[in-house]
């Protein structure tokens, strides 16, 4: 609506004598600390939008990089001899929602790095041959500005008997493209499938009639694969394409790296904590929403912590004692960490410590800071140990792969550790062979991880210098720690058979290579005991961690027939009026004439059946808000249709088709 309604509130008139009645007013300002919060909303946003962008950029630059190429290489300007199409087939997945941000850069990066105009096509705009070159041409056309606008065009490519070419004639494209400096055109047809098998056929045997005058270059966005795509396509359309395939990278991928960079480095001041991440995951793969629907739900997740929770002004890294009232630090000693903590301390007998914790303020606020960049430290540690778990599994053979945020939900909420996960990583480290070994060290020092106490080097070199003596240069060195170092021998005693297991005797360079992988399993165990810790346990978690899901589920999850229910049966909820709340608690859900007239009567329609008698209704309705007063009665009238036509709009009622003054009715409470 362009317009939005206004209400004007007429006082009543006073009677002389009668002063006016004073209104209550109550003081809704804005907190001391709102300003504050609001900076370090701003500052903490900032580098988180900085590294998803960067992390998005990321997933598609190799892609688009080869698109652009693609579309650059081919030869400028119109061919006479009509060679084929110069096609992309670009598999982007089944994620729908995802392909319209891609193609959107991939439209940025052609006209950036090419001297081409990019014309996107979709199935929705395009329902059959003589729209889609409409469209196209349309679209084509308002690209590049010209000398000409749109009408000076149609003139200009009229025939020399006077008359004007159709809107979907490829000469007003012609004529357009004579007179831009552009060399190529790019058609880009975003979801394939949605298109007719005939449409996408005939658009190909049209384009390939054109290709002598227009040079057009065709990218085809593919969602199943490039095999099915050619099956619906005929012998005689595909001789006319000159294809390329290039292979997008899948959206999980791409989410997992987004939400990566959003929980790595020691710059993130807030992360999101177990429920809602794994809340956040689970709508994004149950209801294949895009790269934008996360990056949404993570900024609604950092406004609410940073604009409802008092304790969050603690973020703000420019934050001075004496912009923080009393009454803040009041509140944070009611939280559950700090309570925790002031129990630690008096287990360990630091009762100085808990007295200036409780009565000074300033030393409270001290307390504060040292503690928030330990526990950013703290989690820092916690991420980077996720991250070396997730390489050390795809760097270990014969391992079953998981993802970092799956790992991640797991450690946030203190189930990582001691996992059967984190025991099985630990074991295949320890019984791996030489050649295994050396790549799980060089899988650590290339992932530039700086937590790792241990020197990836010194055990490089060391593992160097055992290869390099060792006799048996064929086989790589094995540990004792593994399984097929051990045999089985079988002795007869007193006609019993006794089975005893023996270790295959080692050779020097074997023994040495297995102390070697045992001081390394030592160490990365004692890392990750010490680095896998549960967030919730640390203190001050609930400035460091943000976990609530009731926000995201009644913003991004909304259930607004439940919401109309409730407002129909319950007003008192929504009002806030002592009348609803009197004849509230009388008798249930008694009727009164205090109540709304859409409550009235939605309480009117639950006690009705499947058809309701409309004039039935409104004898009821009458009885409960009307009198005896003839212009009251117009007033109660207007009410109730009013009323009845608020049912309708909302999808509770509807006409009968069997009886005149009867209504359907469409919903039931509860179901």
Same mark, same amino acid.
């Given at each position: 609506m362009e317009d939005k309604k206004c209400y004007l509130y007429a006082p009543p008139h006073l009677q002389p004598g009668h002063a006016p009645k004073r209104r209550r007013l109550v003081n809704t300002g804005r907190p001391r600390t709102w300003e504050l919060r609001e900076h370090a909303f701003h500052e903490a946003w900032a580098q988180q939008e900085h590294q998803i962008q960067d992390a998005i950029e990321d997933a598609d630059r190799s892609t688009l990089e080869k698109i652009a190429a693609f579309v650059s290489g081919v030869v400028p300007g119109p061919r006479p001899d009509r060679p084929p199409i110069p096609t992309g087939l670009v598999i982007t997945g089944p994620s729908i929602a995802s392909h319209g941000p891609f193609f959107r850069r991939m439209s940025d990066k052609i006209i950036a790095d090419t001297n081409s105009i990019f014309v996107p096509?979709?199935?929705?705009?395009?329902?059959?041959?003589?729209?889609?070159?409409?469209?196209?041409?349309?679209?084509?056309?308002?690209?590049?500005?010209?000398? *000409?606008?749109?009408?000076?065009?149609?003139?200009?490519?009229? !025939?020399?008997?006077?008359?004007?070419?159709?809107?979907? =004639?490829?000469?007003?494209?012609?004529?357009?493209?004579?007179?831009?400096? $552009?060399?190529?055109?790019?058609?880009?047809?975003? =979801?394939?499938?949605?298109?007719?098998?005939?449409?996408?056929?005939?658009?190909?045997?049209?384009?390939?009639?054109?290709?002598?005058?227009?040079?057009?270059?065709?990218?085809?966005?593919? #969602?199943?694969?490039?095999?099915?795509?050619?099956?619906?396509?005929?012998?005689?359309?595909?001789?006319?394409?000159?294809?390329?395939?290039?292979?997008?990278?899948? #959206?999980?991928?791409?989410?997992?790296?987004?939400?990566?960079?959003?929980?790595?480095?020691?710059?993130?001041?807030?992360? $999101?904590?177990?429920?809602?991440?794994?809340?956040?995951?689970?709508?994004?793969?149950?209801?294949?929403?895009?790269?934008?629907?996360?990056?949404?739900?993570?900024?609604?997740?950092?406004?609410?912590?940073?604009? #409802?929770?008092?304790?969050?002004?603690?973020?703000?890294?420019?934050?001075?004692?004496?912009?923080?009232?009393?009454?803040?630090?009041?509140?944070?000693?009611?939280?559950?960490?700090?309570?925790?903590?002031?129990?630690?301390?008096?287990?360990?007998?630091?009762?100085? *410590?808990?007295?200036?914790?409780?009565?000074? =303020?300033?030393?409270?606020?001290?307390?504060?800071?040292?503690?928030?960049?330990?526990?950013?430290?703290?989690?820092?540690?916690?991420?980077?140990?996720?991250?070396?778990?997730?390489?050390?599994?795809?760097?270990?053979?014969?391992?079953?792969?998981?993802?970092?945020?799956?790992?991640?939900?797991?450690?946030?909420?203190?189930?990582?550790?001691?996992?059967?996960?984190?025991?099985?990583?630990?074991?295949?480290?320890?019984?791996?062979?030489?050649?295994?070994?050396?790549? $799980?060290?060089?899988?650590?020092?290339?992932?530039? !991880?700086?937590?790792?106490?241990?020197?990836?080097?010194?055990?490089?070199?060391?593992?160097?210098?055992?290869?390099? !003596?060792?006799?048996?240069?064929?086989?790589?060195?094995?540990?004792?720690?593994?399984?097929?170092?051990?045999?089985?021998?079988t002795t007869l005693v007193a006609q019993k058979v006794d089975l005893s297991k023996h270790k295959s005797t080692l050779s020097k360079q074997d023994a040495a290579y297995s102390d070697l992988v045992g001081r390394f399993h030592d160490e990365l165990e004692a890392y990750l005991t010490e680095a896998l810790i549960d967030p919730h346990s640390l203190y001050l978690s609930e400035i460091l961690l943000y976990d609530l899901k009731s926000p995201h589920n009644e913003v991004f999850a909304p259930k607004p027939r439940f919401a109309i229910e409730r407002a129909l049966s319950s007003p008192h909820d929504y009002l806030n009026c002592t009348c609803c709340a009197e004849s509230k608690a009388e008798e249930g859900h008694q009727l009164s004439v205090s109540q709304p007239p859409s409550a009235i009567l939605y309480q009117l329609y639950l006690e009705s059946g499947a058809m309701l008698n409309v004039n039935d209704l409104w004898l009821a309705f009458n009885a409960i808000t009307g009198n005896e007063d003839s212009q009251a009665e117009d007033v109660t009238t207007s009410l109730f249709q009013r009323s009845l036509a608020e049912f309708k709009y909302f999808g509770l009622v509807k006409p009968s088709r069997k009886k005149v003054d009867h209504v359907s009715k469409m919903m039931w409470k509860g179901l």
């Amino acid at each position: 609506m362009e317009d939005k309604k206004c209400y004007l509130y007429a006082p009543p008139h006073l009677q002389p004598g009668h002063a006016p009645k004073r209104r209550r007013l109550v003081n809704t300002g804005r907190p001391r600390t709102w300003e504050l919060r609001e900076h370090a909303f701003h500052e903490a946003w900032a580098q988180q939008e900085h590294q998803i962008q960067d992390a998005i950029e990321d997933a598609d630059r190799s892609t688009l990089e080869k698109i652009a190429a693609f579309v650059s290489g081919v030869v400028p300007g119109p061919r006479p001899d009509r060679p084929p199409i110069p096609t992309g087939l670009v598999i982007t997945g089944p994620s729908i929602a995802s392909h319209g941000p891609f193609f959107r850069r991939m439209s940025d990066k052609i006209i950036a790095d090419t001297n081409s105009i990019f014309v996107p096509l979709n199935s929705a705009e395009c329902p059959n041959l003589k729209t889609l070159l409409k469209t196209l041409i349309r679209k084509a056309t308002s690209g590049l500005p010209t000398d *000409e606008d749109e009408d000076e065009l149609l003139h200009s490519g009229a !025939h020399k008997t006077g008359s004007k070419p159709l809107d979907y =004639d490829l000469c007003l494209l012609l004529d357009w493209y004579s007179r831009t400096p $552009v060399d190529k055109i790019t058609i880009a047809i975003q =979801d394939s499938e949605g298109f007719d098998d005939s449409i996408i056929v005939e658009t190909i045997e049209l384009l390939s009639s054109w290709s002598d005058r227009l040079p057009f270059v065709l990218l085809f966005g593919i #969602a199943t694969s490039a095999d099915r795509f050619q099956d619906r396509l005929t012998g005689a359309a595909i001789l006319l394409l000159e294809g390329e395939q290039f292979v997008v990278e899948q #959206a999980e991928d791409s989410l997992e790296k987004i939400f990566r960079a959003t929980v790595e480095g020691p710059q993130v001041s807030l992360r $999101v904590g177990p429920n809602l991440c794994r809340l956040l995951l689970e709508r994004h793969s149950d209801h294949s929403q895009s790269t934008q629907d996360f990056y949404d739900a993570l900024k609604y997740a950092y406004m609410c912590h940073f604009y #409802a929770n008092p304790m969050s002004v603690f973020l703000n890294g420019s934050l001075a004692f004496d912009q923080i009232n009393h009454g803040t630090f009041e509140a944070l000693r009611t939280l559950p960490s700090f309570r925790n903590h002031v129990e630690a301390l008096l287990e360990d007998g630091s009762t100085r *410590e808990i007295h200036s914790l409780l009565d000074s =303020d300033q030393f409270l606020f001290a307390n504060i800071k040292q503690h928030l960049e330990l526990g950013q430290t703290a989690l820092s540690r916690l991420v980077s140990a996720i991250a070396t778990v997730v390489v050390l599994r795809n760097a270990v053979w014969k391992t079953q792969q998981v993802r970092y945020s799956s790992l991640y939900i797991r450690s946030a909420s203190g189930d990582l550790y001691g996992s059967p996960l984190t025991r099985e990583t630990l074991l295949m480290v320890r019984k791996a062979s030489s050649d295994t070994f050396s790549h $799980v060290l060089a899988s650590l020092a290339s992932s530039g !991880h700086s937590g790792l106490p241990m020197d990836i080097g010194s055990y490089q070199q060391a593992l160097a210098d055992l290869t390099e !003596h060792s006799t048996t240069t064929s086989e790589p060195l094995k540990s004792h720690y593994d399984i097929q170092s051990n045999t089985l021998r079988t002795t007869l005693v007193a006609q019993k058979v006794d089975l005893s297991k023996h270790k295959s005797t080692l050779s020097k360079q074997d023994a040495a290579y297995s102390d070697l992988v045992g001081r390394f399993h030592d160490e990365l165990e004692a890392y990750l005991t010490e680095a896998l810790i549960d967030p919730h346990s640390l203190y001050l978690s609930e400035i460091l961690l943000y976990d609530l899901k009731s926000p995201h589920n009644e913003v991004f999850a909304p259930k607004p027939r439940f919401a109309i229910e409730r407002a129909l049966s319950s007003p008192h909820d929504y009002l806030n009026c002592t009348c609803c709340a009197e004849s509230k608690a009388e008798e249930g859900h008694q009727l009164s004439v205090s109540q709304p007239p859409s409550a009235i009567l939605y309480q009117l329609y639950l006690e009705s059946g499947a058809m309701l008698n409309v004039n039935d209704l409104w004898l009821a309705f009458n009885a409960i808000t009307g009198n005896e007063d003839s212009q009251a009665e117009d007033v109660t009238t207007s009410l109730f249709q009013r009323s009845l036509a608020e049912f309708k709009y909302f999808g509770l009622v509807k006409p009968s088709r069997k009886k005149v003054d009867h209504v359907s009715k469409m919903m039931w409470k509860g179901l």
